[in-house]
């Protein structure tokens, strides 16, 4: 079976500070594993994602999530968070199976402080 | 592209009413995802549909949720009669190969049912 869990259902930083969202997955395949965005009354944009190429994935906006096996993890930071990145992250598993959708995690809502 | 394109934006109706939602994927993308968004339940897997055919409808809530794709193109999620307890927003996604690649989200539709 396949699952995602995003440890933090929140995070708070201060501006110009490091940001850390975690996320550990589940999964029997060798799975893609991706990161979404969601501002405020929007809908989901892709940040990132991991299809078995490069460990380090770097996205928009300065985000990047490493693929580390060994932990079943795809952390998702950035060196310094900016007031615009104050919104709802999910990380997501794809099971890489034919028929299947992608599973997401519960969200991690990222509060920046000035 | 567009991208995704979902109507109405907004909609407000009354119980016991018909509510349809509409969705047009990204051209070329042969699967299709209708999630529901609330505070207490997060992001929650309606159903998906692989070209056309509905393959996952598990997450539909009851009867009262139908959905259709009549062509590549176009799809319909129909609440019949809606209740105060389907108020949410619900999001149409397209991806390309179903669960292999990242999904693409519409803006949603916010449903509130008074």
């Known amino acids: 079976a396949q699952s995602v869990t995003q440890l933090d259902s929140h995070v708070s930083v201060s501006e110009g500070t490091p940001v850390l969202l975690r996320c550990n997955y589940s999964?029997?395949?060798?799975?893609?594993l991706f990161w979404y965005v969601q501002h405020p009354n929007k809908g989901l944009q892709l940040l990132l994602k991991?299809?078995?190429?490069?460990?380090l994935v770097k996205g928009i906006n300065g985000f990047e999530a490493e693929f580390k096996k060994s932990e079943t993890s795809f952390h998702l930071t950035k060196p310094s968070a900016h007031m615009s990145d104050a919104a709802e992250y999910f990380c997501v598993v794809s099971p890489n199976q034919a028929g299947t959708a992608l599973i997401f995690g519960k969200g991690t809502t990222l509060s920046v402080s000035s | 592209d567009a991208g995704v394109i979902q109507s109405p934006r907004h909609e407000v109706t009354e119980m016991g009413q018909e509510v349809t939602l509409r969705c047009k994927p990204i051209?070329?993308?042969?699967?299709l995802f209708w999630y529901r968004q609330t505070m207490m339940r997060g992001l929650e897997l309606l159903i998906y549909?692989?070209?056309?055919?509905?393959?996952?409808d598990s997450g539909m809530p009851e009867d009262r949720f139908s959905a259709k794709m009549p062509n590549a193109s176009f799809s319909t999620l129909k609440i019949q009669p809606s209740e105060p307890r389907d108020s949410a927003v619900y999001f149409c996604?397209?991806?390309?190969?179903?669960?292999?690649?990242?999904?693409?989200f519409g803006q949603g539709t916010r449903l509130t049912v008074v």
């Open positions: 991991y299809t078995s190429a490069a460990t």
């Open positions: 051209s070329g993308h042969n699967s």
């Open positions: 999964s029997s395949y060798s799975p893609s």
């Open positions: 996604a397209s991806s390309y190969q179903g669960a292999r690649t990242e999904a693409f």
């Open positions: 549909f692989n070209n056309n055919v509905p393959i996952d």
